[in-house]
């Protein structure tokens, strides 16, 4: 299975500002996907990325709040701009592995972000 | 509509005593995988065992297996001779289709399991 990281594991912020979190896999991936877990919630795809083409957000999400790169093929970041105390959350980057229709997904471990 | 339905939001065990996590999902797509992921404390996401639509047999991975009824549309989670690490939240997930070349997981709203001695 894939082994994913993530920077930083947690971090405490001020309103108006921005944090961006970075996600290494230590294998070739096609998709990376971004997904928000706010307290007690479950987990929301937040946009999919993929190497070398724009991210396509999911409805409620949107560019210039959660910018996201994915320069090549293992690594990608995404970026909470503007930060408010609603976006308190553990954001967690996951990719695909496998063939055809039956690909399993991991999960990195998470960036715990509290806004105050 | 909801997706992926978990109706527990709680469940205790005894050590060492099997318990069954329920989930339930729609879809009209003929083609799908099912998920089942392990969020301890720590928050990472760990992944437990997976089904596709299409296998005829329920998937089983060490002391998880899942009892897959496709008629009913349900995928529950059985975890036999329980451990105290195995307490966490349970995440019931199912993948659709999306776009052409890509899918989603949908998750459910998860089930807090308490193991007790």
């Known amino acids: 299975s894939a082994v994913i990281s993530q920077k930083p594991s947690r971090d405490i912020c001020q309103r108006g500002t921005s944090l961006t979190i970075q996600c290494q896999v230590d294998?070739?991936?096609?998709?990376m996907f971004w997904y928000r877990q706010q307290p007690g919630q479950s987990l929301t795809l937040i946009a999919t990325?993929?190497?070398?083409?724009?991210?396509?957000?999911e409805s409620g999400f949107v560019i210039d709040k959660f910018p996201i790169s994915r320069p090549n093929l293992t690594f990608s970041t995404l970026t909470v701009s503007n930060m408010s105390p609603e976006d308190s959350s553990i954001y967690l980057c996951?990719?695909?592995?496998?063939?055809?229709?039956?690909?399993?997904?991991?999960f990195g471990p998470g960036t715990r972000l509290t806004v105050l | 509509a909801q997706k992926i339905t978990q109706t527990q939001p709680g469940m205790f065990v005894q050590e060492k005593e099997a318990v069954t996590l329920d989930c339930t999902y729609d879809?009209?797509?003929?083609?799908?995988?099912l998920f089942w992921y392990k969020q301890p404390s720590s928050g990472e996401m760990i992944f437990l065992i997976y089904q596709g639509s299409y296998d005829e047999q329920n998937a089983t991975e060490g002391r998880y297996s899942l009892n897959f009824q496709k008629a009913r549309k349900s995928a529950n989670l059985v975890i036999s001779a329980s451990q105290l690490g195995d307490s966490a939240m349970y995440f019931c997930a199912m993948r659709e289709a999306l776009r052409r070349d890509t899918d989603k997981l949908i998750f459910g709203t998860g089930t807090r399991l308490q193991v007790f001695p």
């Open positions: 294998s070739q991936v096609t998709m």
């Open positions: 990325a993929n190497q070398g083409s724009e991210a396509t957000y």
């Open positions: 996951s990719v695909e592995q496998g063939q055809g229709p039956y690909n399993e997904q991991f």
């Open positions: 879809t009209s797509d003929q083609s799908y995988g």
